[in-house]
């Protein structure tokens, strides 16, 4: 945190208490400016440019300071500006500054102050801002989930920081070579975490700017661990499974019974059931599908389950609401397909959801969050002493259908995995029950 000089502080209380600043609050006025100086050194703003103010809220906003704290820090600032009008530009000192859609810049509007926005100049403001819409752009067009534009943004925030705003056209491989380094050496990131750095700068620099940063060499390489996924032995999984109240129970059964990633078990729809074939379409990473076996031994529960969803679809449709929500464009081709029975969530929310924009009530699917503290809850309840998860499943289901000799291939379809390598990793969680004494295969 930059230290305020001694003689601008001196001035600054001076300003304070000409202002009727009462003593008890100017230190908060201090922190204020003090963060404010920071925020311009970090991304290279004039500090005494009035246009800086705006940008500085934005930030604020985005680390959910609240009105309270955005104009107490706005007051700080314009005091600051007072102090430098000689030096300022002609521009007189913003009066009643208020916080509403006017005072962010459009671009933190539409995106939700997820970056922090350059200023400097107003073609470099300009350039980051359309390459940060770039990436949503080319993220949306090719389907990726929104937690992959999330992680991607966010490492284009960090890097876009550690670059200090760098003119884009400027932007090189040593930057990324420098940021890498920087991450393993000074932040001591996990060797995962240096991967995702990686794919979504080179997803960047090939999507965006439209260039390759060629060979990414010299680069420290953080330490890869091995890790050995956690597995719950069948009774363990049982154990855990009769702990759930409706509906986590049959959400935790389909991830065991069908070795799902939680995403794909809440973003299934009525229409990726085939009960008499027995066969669930699962819609997985980056727009792939994949059919696996639906258990038997559920399939009452599950067809129980799709009965309360037609009813609450008929209230819903009753009621006037405006469908589920629909993605990739689906409602487009089909009008009114958010209303129809087989294209509502398997798992849908308690609530509808209220939609701004288009002033529209929808119902979503279950929040992650919710499945994720009901399993937390139901392993406590079971007192097991390994740290299980929602992919804990998917890691038993895996170990388990290799202890029942399924091929490696044949499980690396049913996970949906692209690489078999990714598959094996579960021959480590299973004992080898086939010892034999060596032999060569001529005397077999």
């Given at each position: 945190?930059?230290?305020?000089?001694?003689?601008?502080?001196?001035?600054?209380?001076?300003?304070?208490?000409?202002?009727?600043?009462?003593?008890?609050?100017?230190?908060?006025?201090?922190?204020?400016?003090?963060?404010?100086?920071?925020?311009?050194?970090?991304?290279?703003?004039?500090?005494?440019?009035?246009?800086?103010?705006?940008?500085?809220?934005?930030?604020?906003?985005?680390?959910?300071?609240?009105?309270?704290?955005?104009?107490?820090?706005?007051?700080?600032?314009?005091?600051?500006?007072?102090?430098?009008?000689?030096?300022?530009?002609?521009?007189?000192?913003?009066?009643?500054?208020?916080?509403?859609?006017?005072?962010?810049?459009?671009?933190?509007?539409?995106?939700?102050?997820?970056?922090?926005?350059?200023?400097?100049?107003?073609?470099?403001?300009?350039?980051?801002?359309?390459?940060?819409?770039?990436?949503?752009?080319?993220?949306?067009?090719?389907?990726?989930?929104?937690?992959?534009?999330?992680?991607?943004?966010?490492?284009?925030?960090?890097?876009?920081?550690?670059?200090?705003?760098?003119?884009?056209?400027?932007?090189?491989?040593?930057?990324?070579?420098?940021?890498?380094?920087?991450?393993?050496?000074?932040?001591?990131?996990?060797?995962?975490?240096?991967?995702?750095?990686?794919?979504?700068?080179?997803?960047?620099?090939?999507?965006?700017?439209?260039?390759?940063?060629?060979?990414?060499?010299?680069?420290?390489?953080?330490?890869?661990?091995?890790?050995?996924?956690?597995?719950?032995?069948?009774?363990?999984?049982?154990?855990?499974?009769?702990?759930?109240?409706?509906?986590?129970?049959?959400?935790?059964?389909?991830?065991?019974?069908?070795?799902?990633?939680?995403?794909?078990?809440?973003?299934?729809?009525?229409?990726?059931?085939?009960?008499?074939?027995?066969?669930?379409?699962?819609?997985?990473?980056?727009?792939?599908?994949?059919?696996?076996?639906?258990?038997?031994?559920?399939?009452?529960?599950?067809?129980?389950?799709?009965?309360?969803?037609?009813?609450?679809?008929?209230?819903?449709?009753?009621?006037?609401?405006?469908?589920?929500?629909?993605?990739?464009?689906?409602?487009?081709?089909?009008?009114?397909?958010?209303?129809?029975?087989?294209?509502?969530?398997?798992?849908?929310?308690?609530t509808l959801t209220y939609v701004k924009e288009s002033k529209e009530y929808r119902r979503y699917h279950l929040h992650d969050t919710h499945v994720q503290r009901a399993i937390k809850k139901a392993v406590g309840k079971a007192r097991l002493t390994k740290r299980a998860t929602a992919h804990t499943f998917?890691?038993?289901?895996?170990?388990?259908?290799?202890?029942?000799?399924?091929?490696?291939?044949?499980?690396?379809?049913?996970?949906?995995?692209?690489?078999?390598?990714?598959?094996?990793?579960?021959?480590?969680?299973?004992?080898?029950?086939?010892?034999?004494?060596?032999?060569?295969?001529?005397?077999?």
């Open positions: 945190m930059i230290q305020i000089e001694a003689n601008l502080l001196k001035n600054y209380n001076l300003i304070l208490q000409k202002n009727g600043i009462p003593e008890n609050q100017s230190g908060y006025f201090i922190k204020w400016l003090r963060y404010y100086l920071d925020f311009c050194h970090k991304y290279n703003y004039e500090k005494e440019c009035l246009k800086s103010l705006p940008l500085f809220i934005d930030k604020l906003c985005s680390k959910n300071q609240n009105e309270r704290q955005v104009q107490q820090a706005t007051q700080a600032v314009q005091l600051f500006y007072a102090l430098s009008k000689t030096n300022v530009m002609s521009e007189p000192v913003v009066e009643n500054f208020q916080i509403n859609e006017h005072a962010i810049p459009y671009q933190a509007k539409v995106e939700k102050a997820a970056h922090p926005v350059l200023d400097g100049s107003n073609n470099l403001n300009q350039s980051w801002q359309d390459a940060y819409q770039g990436l949503v752009n080319e993220i949306k067009v090719r389907h990726y989930s929104p937690k992959t534009l999330k992680s991607y943004r966010g490492w284009l925030s960090k890097f876009q920081t550690f670059t200090r705003s760098k003119n884009m056209n400027l932007l090189d491989s040593d930057d990324v070579k420098r940021f890498l380094t920087y991450q393993a050496v000074e932040l001591n990131v996990s060797a995962s975490s240096q991967n995702l750095a990686f794919n979504a700068l080179l997803f960047f620099y090939r999507h965006v700017l439209g260039r390759e940063f060629g060979k990414i060499d010299g680069v420290v390489r953080a330490k890869k661990r091995p890790h050995i996924p956690v597995v719950l032995s069948e009774k363990e999984v049982h154990m855990v499974l009769k702990n759930f109240s409706c509906p986590y129970d049959l959400v935790s059964k389909l991830l065991y019974g069908c070795g799902l990633r939680l995403f794909e078990c809440l973003n299934l729809r009525i229409k990726d059931f085939n009960f008499e074939a027995g066969i669930l379409t699962v819609h997985g990473k980056g727009g792939k599908y994949r059919t696996v076996p639906i258990p038997e031994i559920i399939t009452p529960e599950l067809k129980a389950h799709m009965g309360k969803v037609y009813n609450l679809n008929q209230i819903d449709i009753a009621d006037n609401y405006d469908g589920a929500f629909m993605f990739d464009r689906i409602e487009k081709k089909y009008k009114g397909a958010g209303k129809e029975f087989i294209w509502q969530w398997f798992f849908p929310a308690i998917r890691h038993s289901y895996a170990t388990h259908m290799l202890e029942a000799n399924y091929d490696i291939r044949t499980i690396q379809e049913l996970l949906g995995h692209s690489d078999v390598r990714t598959t094996m990793i579960y021959t480590h969680t299973v004992k080898s029950r086939t010892i034999k004494e060596s032999k060569s295969p001529l005397d077999f």
